[in-house]
Protein backbone atom coordinates (compact mmCIF):
# COMPACT_ATOMS: atom_id res chain seq x y z
CA UNK A 1 0.00 0.00 0.00
CA UNK A 2 2.58 2.47 0.74
CA UNK A 3 4.49 1.25 -2.36
CA UNK A 4 1.15 1.75 -4.54
CA UNK A 5 1.73 5.82 -2.83
CA UNK A 6 4.84 6.10 -3.34
CA UNK A 7 4.24 5.08 -7.01
CA UNK A 8 1.29 7.78 -7.48
CA UNK A 9 3.26 10.39 -6.15
CA UNK A 10 6.26 9.95 -7.94
CA UNK A 11 4.13 9.69 -11.37
CA UNK A 12 2.37 12.92 -10.53
CA UNK A 13 6.14 14.15 -10.07
CA UNK A 14 7.50 12.96 -13.42
CA UNK A 15 4.46 14.56 -14.54
CA UNK A 16 4.97 17.79 -13.11
CA UNK A 17 8.90 17.66 -14.30
CA UNK A 18 7.68 16.76 -17.71
CA UNK A 19 5.17 19.69 -17.80
CA UNK A 20 8.15 22.38 -16.97
CA UNK A 21 10.44 20.89 -19.12
CA UNK A 22 7.73 21.43 -22.09
CA UNK A 23 7.32 24.59 -20.96
CA UNK A 24 10.57 25.57 -21.20
CA UNK A 25 11.13 24.23 -24.66
CA UNK A 26 7.84 26.29 -25.81
CA UNK A 27 9.27 29.44 -24.11
CA UNK A 28 13.08 29.01 -25.78
CA UNK A 29 11.67 28.29 -29.31
CA UNK A 30 9.46 31.56 -28.91
CA UNK A 31 12.74 33.23 -27.57
CA UNK A 32 14.45 32.35 -30.27
CA UNK A 33 11.55 33.31 -32.76
CA UNK A 34 11.39 36.67 -31.57
CA UNK A 35 15.48 37.58 -32.04
CA UNK A 36 14.51 36.52 -35.62
CA UNK A 37 10.88 38.61 -36.14
CA UNK A 38 12.28 41.73 -33.76
CA UNK A 39 10.29 40.63 -30.94
CA UNK A 40 12.28 42.45 -27.89
CA UNK A 41 12.10 46.11 -26.94
CA UNK A 42 13.99 48.31 -24.35
CA UNK A 43 12.86 50.30 -21.91
CA UNK A 44 15.39 53.17 -19.45
CA UNK A 45 14.81 53.99 -15.61
CA UNK A 46 16.57 56.78 -14.81
CA UNK A 47 19.42 57.30 -11.84
CA UNK A 48 19.74 60.26 -10.35
CA UNK A 49 22.22 61.89 -7.95
CA UNK A 50 20.63 61.54 -4.26
CA UNK A 51 22.30 65.04 -3.33
CA UNK A 52 21.60 67.09 -6.53
CA UNK A 53 18.63 65.02 -7.88
CA UNK A 54 20.62 65.32 -11.09
CA UNK A 55 20.21 62.37 -13.75
CA UNK A 56 23.24 60.70 -13.74
CA UNK A 57 22.31 57.96 -16.42
CA UNK A 58 19.92 55.04 -17.60
CA UNK A 59 19.34 51.49 -16.85
CA UNK A 60 18.63 49.67 -20.01
CA UNK A 61 15.80 46.65 -19.15
CA UNK A 62 14.85 44.21 -21.60
CA UNK A 63 11.45 43.37 -22.46
CA UNK A 64 9.67 40.92 -24.07
CA UNK A 65 5.66 40.58 -25.27
CA UNK A 66 5.56 36.95 -26.09
CA UNK A 67 2.68 36.30 -28.02
CA UNK A 68 -0.28 34.79 -26.80
CA UNK A 69 0.81 35.14 -23.13
CA UNK A 70 1.39 39.10 -23.04
CA UNK A 71 4.65 40.74 -21.06
CA UNK A 72 6.87 37.99 -19.81
CA UNK A 73 9.34 39.22 -17.11
CA UNK A 74 12.95 39.12 -17.35
CA UNK A 75 13.15 37.56 -14.18
CA UNK A 76 11.24 34.36 -16.08
CA UNK A 77 12.73 34.67 -19.50
CA UNK A 78 16.48 35.28 -18.91
CA UNK A 79 16.29 31.78 -17.14
CA UNK A 80 15.21 30.06 -20.04
CA UNK A 81 17.52 32.29 -22.42
CA UNK A 82 20.59 31.20 -20.47
CA UNK A 83 19.84 27.61 -20.75
CA UNK A 84 19.35 27.11 -23.99
CA UNK A 85 21.98 29.55 -25.95
CA UNK A 86 19.92 32.46 -26.91
CA UNK A 87 21.35 35.18 -24.48
CA UNK A 88 24.30 35.57 -25.87
CA UNK A 89 22.76 36.57 -29.24
CA UNK A 90 19.90 38.64 -27.37
CA UNK A 91 22.75 39.79 -25.06
CA UNK A 92 24.12 41.45 -27.99
CA UNK A 93 21.04 42.52 -29.53
CA UNK A 94 20.52 44.67 -25.98
CA UNK A 95 24.04 45.91 -26.56
CA UNK A 96 24.00 47.13 -29.80
CA UNK A 97 20.23 48.70 -29.92
CA UNK A 98 20.87 50.34 -26.43
CA UNK A 99 24.12 51.94 -27.50
CA UNK A 100 22.71 53.26 -30.93
CA UNK A 101 19.52 54.55 -29.36
CA UNK A 102 22.33 56.28 -26.41
CA UNK A 103 24.08 57.71 -29.30
CA UNK A 104 21.47 59.24 -31.25
CA UNK A 105 19.84 61.03 -27.99
CA UNK A 106 19.59 65.30 -27.65
CA UNK A 107 21.47 64.96 -24.68
CA UNK A 108 24.48 62.55 -23.13
CA UNK A 109 23.51 60.19 -21.07
CA UNK A 110 25.03 57.26 -19.76
CA UNK A 111 23.77 53.49 -19.97
CA UNK A 112 24.14 50.70 -17.86
CA UNK A 113 23.10 47.68 -19.57
CA UNK A 114 23.00 44.10 -17.52
CA UNK A 115 25.54 41.11 -18.47
CA UNK A 116 24.64 37.65 -17.98
CA UNK A 117 27.09 35.21 -16.43
CA UNK A 118 26.91 33.38 -19.66
CA UNK A 119 27.96 36.02 -21.90
CA UNK A 120 30.38 36.33 -19.20
CA UNK A 121 31.76 32.80 -19.64
CA UNK A 122 32.82 33.71 -22.89
CA UNK A 123 35.94 35.21 -24.74
CA UNK A 124 33.76 37.00 -27.53
CA UNK A 125 31.94 39.16 -25.41
CA UNK A 126 35.46 41.11 -25.60
CA UNK A 127 34.82 41.94 -29.27
CA UNK A 128 31.14 42.19 -28.99
CA UNK A 129 31.58 45.19 -26.72
CA UNK A 130 34.15 46.66 -28.89
CA UNK A 131 32.36 45.94 -32.41
CA UNK A 132 29.27 47.39 -31.16
CA UNK A 133 31.15 50.79 -29.59
CA UNK A 134 33.05 51.35 -33.55
CA UNK A 135 29.51 50.39 -34.60
CA UNK A 136 27.88 52.69 -33.12
CA UNK A 137 29.72 55.62 -32.49
CA UNK A 138 28.99 55.77 -28.42
CA UNK A 139 31.79 56.86 -26.40
CA UNK A 140 32.78 53.80 -24.16
CA UNK A 141 32.68 56.48 -20.73
CA UNK A 142 29.16 56.49 -21.44
CA UNK A 143 28.69 52.99 -21.43
CA UNK A 144 28.77 50.81 -18.04
CA UNK A 145 28.13 46.78 -17.80
CA UNK A 146 26.08 45.78 -14.49
CA UNK A 147 27.13 42.05 -13.59
CA UNK A 148 26.14 40.19 -10.48
CA UNK A 149 28.32 38.94 -8.03
CA UNK A 150 26.98 35.03 -8.90
CA UNK A 151 27.47 35.48 -12.54
CA UNK A 152 31.64 36.14 -11.19
CA UNK A 153 31.99 32.94 -9.94
CA UNK A 154 31.25 30.48 -12.44
CA UNK A 155 34.23 31.02 -13.79
CA UNK A 156 36.28 33.57 -11.86
CA UNK A 157 39.78 34.02 -13.63
CA UNK A 158 38.22 34.07 -16.71
CA UNK A 159 35.01 36.29 -16.07
CA UNK A 160 37.83 38.81 -14.63
CA UNK A 161 39.92 39.04 -17.42
CA UNK A 162 36.93 39.43 -19.42
CA UNK A 163 35.96 42.67 -17.42
CA UNK A 164 39.40 43.92 -17.37
CA UNK A 165 39.84 43.87 -21.28
CA UNK A 166 36.68 45.74 -21.91
CA UNK A 167 37.42 48.02 -18.33
CA UNK A 168 40.69 48.94 -20.40
CA UNK A 169 38.05 50.46 -23.29
CA UNK A 170 37.09 52.76 -21.03
CA UNK A 171 33.17 51.45 -20.36
CA UNK A 172 32.37 51.27 -16.56
CA UNK A 173 31.52 47.94 -15.02
CA UNK A 174 28.75 48.64 -11.85
CA UNK A 175 27.99 45.15 -9.50
CA UNK A 176 24.97 44.60 -9.40
CA UNK A 177 22.67 43.30 -6.77
CA UNK A 178 24.79 43.82 -4.17
CA UNK A 179 24.93 41.78 -0.85
CA UNK A 180 22.73 38.90 -2.14
CA UNK A 181 25.71 36.95 -3.85
CA UNK A 182 27.35 34.06 -2.42
CA UNK A 183 30.70 35.94 -1.72
CA UNK A 184 30.17 40.25 -2.41
CA UNK A 185 33.23 41.45 -0.21
CA UNK A 186 35.98 38.05 -1.83
CA UNK A 187 34.87 39.41 -5.83
CA UNK A 188 34.92 43.38 -4.58
CA UNK A 189 38.54 42.46 -3.27
CA UNK A 190 39.47 40.64 -6.80
CA UNK A 191 38.22 43.42 -9.20
CA UNK A 192 38.17 47.45 -8.87
CA UNK A 193 34.16 48.02 -9.64
CA UNK A 194 33.22 51.48 -10.84
CA UNK A 195 30.10 51.34 -8.72
CA UNK A 196 28.40 49.21 -6.33
CA UNK A 197 24.57 48.72 -6.43
CA UNK A 198 22.89 47.95 -3.23
CA UNK A 199 19.97 45.02 -3.45
CA UNK A 200 16.63 46.30 -3.47
CA UNK A 201 15.78 43.75 -0.72
CA UNK A 202 17.89 46.19 1.91
CA UNK A 203 16.11 49.04 0.40
CA UNK A 204 12.29 47.56 1.47
CA UNK A 205 12.61 48.29 5.05
CA UNK A 206 15.31 50.46 5.54
CA UNK A 207 13.20 53.22 6.65
CA UNK A 208 12.08 51.50 9.55
CA UNK A 209 13.94 48.34 10.33
CA UNK A 210 17.21 48.99 12.20
CA UNK A 211 18.60 45.43 10.55
CA UNK A 212 18.15 46.80 7.37
CA UNK A 213 19.24 49.99 8.10
CA UNK A 214 22.99 48.60 9.68
CA UNK A 215 23.42 46.86 6.30
CA UNK A 216 22.73 49.48 4.11
CA UNK A 217 25.44 51.87 6.40
CA UNK A 218 27.86 49.18 6.24
CA UNK A 219 27.87 48.76 2.20
CA UNK A 220 28.31 52.82 2.18
CA UNK A 221 30.90 52.54 4.18
CA UNK A 222 32.52 50.15 2.40
CA UNK A 223 31.91 52.05 -0.76
CA UNK A 224 33.65 54.98 0.35
CA UNK A 225 36.69 53.03 2.43
CA UNK A 226 37.00 51.64 -1.68
CA UNK A 227 36.58 54.77 -2.99
CA UNK A 228 33.77 53.70 -4.76
CA UNK A 229 30.46 55.21 -5.08
CA UNK A 230 26.96 53.10 -4.66
CA UNK A 231 23.61 53.20 -5.99
CA UNK A 232 20.62 52.37 -4.19
CA UNK A 233 18.41 50.05 -6.05
CA UNK A 234 14.52 49.84 -5.51
CA UNK A 235 13.79 53.39 -3.94
CA UNK A 236 9.93 53.22 -3.77
CA UNK A 237 9.52 55.85 -0.80
CA UNK A 238 10.25 59.13 -0.11
CA UNK A 239 11.34 57.96 3.67
CA UNK A 240 13.71 55.39 1.81
CA UNK A 241 15.30 58.52 -0.36
CA UNK A 242 15.51 60.59 3.25
CA UNK A 243 17.95 57.98 4.92
CA UNK A 244 19.87 57.33 1.77
CA UNK A 245 20.68 61.19 1.89
CA UNK A 246 20.86 61.75 5.86
CA UNK A 247 23.89 57.99 5.49
CA UNK A 248 25.78 59.80 2.21
CA UNK A 249 24.39 57.68 -0.65
CA UNK A 250 25.27 58.55 -4.07
CA UNK A 251 22.87 57.25 -6.58
CA UNK A 252 19.23 56.23 -5.96
CA UNK A 253 17.28 54.56 -8.74
CA UNK A 254 13.60 53.01 -8.25
CA UNK A 255 9.71 53.74 -8.76
CA UNK A 256 9.95 56.87 -6.60
CA UNK A 257 12.51 58.34 -9.35
CA UNK A 258 10.84 56.67 -12.51
CA UNK A 259 9.56 53.99 -13.55
CA UNK A 260 11.33 52.15 -16.32
CA UNK A 261 9.87 53.29 -19.70
CA UNK A 262 10.27 55.51 -22.93
CA UNK A 263 12.73 58.46 -22.07
CA UNK A 264 10.59 61.74 -22.34
CA UNK A 265 12.99 64.49 -23.38
CA UNK A 266 10.52 66.96 -22.59
CA UNK A 267 10.77 66.41 -18.86
CA UNK A 268 14.26 68.53 -19.28
CA UNK A 269 12.08 71.77 -19.52
CA UNK A 270 9.30 69.84 -17.34
CA UNK A 271 10.64 70.48 -14.03
CA UNK A 272 10.64 74.06 -14.83
CA UNK A 273 7.14 74.61 -15.81
CA UNK A 274 6.20 73.30 -12.85
CA UNK A 275 7.93 75.22 -10.79
CA UNK A 276 6.19 78.68 -12.58
CA UNK A 277 2.90 77.06 -11.64
CA UNK A 278 3.19 75.76 -7.84
P1 LIG B 1 18.08 44.27 -12.18
O1 LIG B 1 19.21 44.42 -13.12
O2 LIG B 1 18.39 44.30 -10.73
O3 LIG B 1 17.04 45.41 -12.58
C1 LIG B 1 16.23 46.09 -11.67
C2 LIG B 1 14.84 45.50 -11.63
O4 LIG B 1 14.13 46.10 -10.55
C3 LIG B 1 14.02 45.79 -12.88
O5 LIG B 1 13.12 44.70 -13.06
C4 LIG B 1 13.24 47.03 -12.47
O6 LIG B 1 12.05 47.22 -13.20
C5 LIG B 1 12.95 46.71 -11.03
N1 LIG B 1 12.73 47.92 -10.23
C6 LIG B 1 13.26 49.14 -10.40
N2 LIG B 1 12.86 50.00 -9.47
C7 LIG B 1 12.04 49.30 -8.65
C8 LIG B 1 11.29 49.65 -7.45
O7 LIG B 1 11.31 50.77 -6.96
N3 LIG B 1 10.56 48.65 -6.88
C9 LIG B 1 10.50 47.39 -7.40
N4 LIG B 1 9.76 46.49 -6.78
N5 LIG B 1 11.21 47.03 -8.52
C10 LIG B 1 11.96 47.98 -9.12
P2 LIG B 1 12.95 43.97 -14.47
O8 LIG B 1 12.98 44.97 -15.58
O9 LIG B 1 11.76 43.08 -14.34
O10 LIG B 1 14.25 43.10 -14.59
C11 LIG B 1 14.49 42.05 -13.70
C12 LIG B 1 15.88 41.51 -13.89
O11 LIG B 1 16.04 40.91 -15.18
C13 LIG B 1 16.97 42.58 -13.81
O12 LIG B 1 17.27 42.89 -12.48
C14 LIG B 1 18.10 41.87 -14.53
O13 LIG B 1 18.76 40.98 -13.67
C15 LIG B 1 17.35 41.07 -15.59
N6 LIG B 1 17.43 41.79 -16.87
C16 LIG B 1 16.66 42.81 -17.35
N7 LIG B 1 17.08 43.21 -18.58
C17 LIG B 1 18.15 42.42 -18.89
C18 LIG B 1 19.03 42.34 -20.02
O14 LIG B 1 18.96 43.10 -21.00
N8 LIG B 1 20.01 41.37 -19.96
C19 LIG B 1 20.14 40.54 -18.88
N9 LIG B 1 21.13 39.61 -18.91
N10 LIG B 1 19.35 40.60 -17.81
C20 LIG B 1 18.35 41.53 -17.81
MG1 LIG C 1 20.70 45.68 -13.30
MG1 LIG D 1 19.79 45.01 -9.55
MG1 LIG E 1 17.69 42.39 -9.29
Request: aromatic share 6%.
Amino acid sequence: RAKAEFDRRTCYYEHDMDEHARQRRAMAKDLWTALETNGFSLVYQVQKSVATDEITGYEVLLRWSRPGHGMVSPADFIPVAEECGAITAIGTWVLRTACRNAASWPEKRKIAVNVSGVQLGSLDLIDTVRDVLTETGLSPSLLELEVTETSIIADKQRALHILRQIKAMGVSIAIDDFGTGYSSLDTLRSFPFDKIKIDRSFMTEVDHDEQSKAIVRAILALGRSLSVPVLAEGVETCAQLEVLRVEGCSEAQGFLLGRPGEIDWEDLIEPMLGQMVV
